[in-house]
């Protein structure tokens, strides 16, 4: 996979997954924009990607916010000239059973997992199209097609997201812009790391997760990384509206 000449935005770049596929996505040519909330995560993200020979530049904005979705593929294009590849990848991941839900916690959820892709797709595609096509990738999750406990509102959103990738996938196939999604099973991140820690009993919590794998083992970074580059790249230009999932066997048991 080349990404030479490529411009590439990614959300949720400062940690996890969207910091592994912005580095990967540099390695391969691509310039890329690494968007995240936290500007310190975000602008060590640049940092190892410069490190590495990569060309890249940080964008702040918080993708639940549409002014802000709008600015950061504005800001994208002047510093570049076009974009190419958007992968929506920024998210966040509540507990809860439906009993649990609050407004709060359904309407921030649905806010960053939903709205966000959303509303940086309506603006990336308007230069999409301007320029002759490109790609949309939507980080969904193995939630959206399994059952998962304790993670009711989570699912409802990432299910959301393939609804999404179906819809703009054949609205703009016509403009050849592509629309895919990446179906992550549950991926040793620092973010996972962190809630594990964080959770009563850390050893039996991440046993657990560990138990709910055919495969035996959690996915890491780069596995999921290397899903959305290809969902991205010209080698798989027939595939729009499809989504990948890379689950270790989890929706097979």
């Given amino acids: 996979m080349n990404f030479t000449g490529k411009v590439v935005l990614i959300t949720g770049a400062g940690s996890g997954i969207g910091r592994k596929a912005a580095i ?11 968007n995240d909330i936290s500007q310190e995560k975000g602008i060590e993200t640049v940092e190892m990607i410069k490190q590495q020979g990569g060309t ?36 966040i991941v509540p507990s809860g059973k439906v009993e649990d839900a609050t407004d709060e916690v359904f309407e ?28 949309i990738v939507n980080v969904s999750s193995v939630a959206a097609l399994k059952g998962i406990a304790d993670r009711c509102i989570y699912s409802v959103s990432k299910a959301a997201l393939l609804g999404l990738t179906k819809s703009m996938a054949i609205d703009y196939v016509k403009y050849n812009i592509r629309v895919n999604a990446v179906c992550p099973g549950t991926t040793y991140s620092q973010g996972l790391a962190e809630r594990v820690k964080a ?18 083992r959690l996915a890491k970074e780069e596995e999921i990384a290397f899903a959305i580059l290809f969902a991205a790249c010209d080698e798989a230009a027939f595939m729009t509206g499809s989504y990948i999932v890379i689950d270790g066997g989890a929706t097979t048991a």
């Fill in 24 to 34: 990967m996505f540099a390695e391969r040519g691509a310039k890329v924009v690494v």
């Fill in 56 to 91: 890249a530049v940080f964008i702040y904005g918080d993708v639940s916010n549409t002014a802000d979705a709008k600015r950061i593929v504005e800001e994208t294009v002047k510093t570049f000239g076009r974009l190419d590849i958007l992968v929506n990848n920024a998210g």
């Fill in 108 to 135: 921030r959820t649905m806010a960053i997992n939903v709205k966000g892709p959303i509303m940086l797709s309506k603006y990336a595609v308007q230069e999409m199209k301007k320029q002759g096509g490109g790609v």
């Fill in 199 to 216: 959770s009563p009993d850390p050893e039996a919590t991440l046993r657990e997760m560990m138990a709910r794998q055919p495969i035996g």
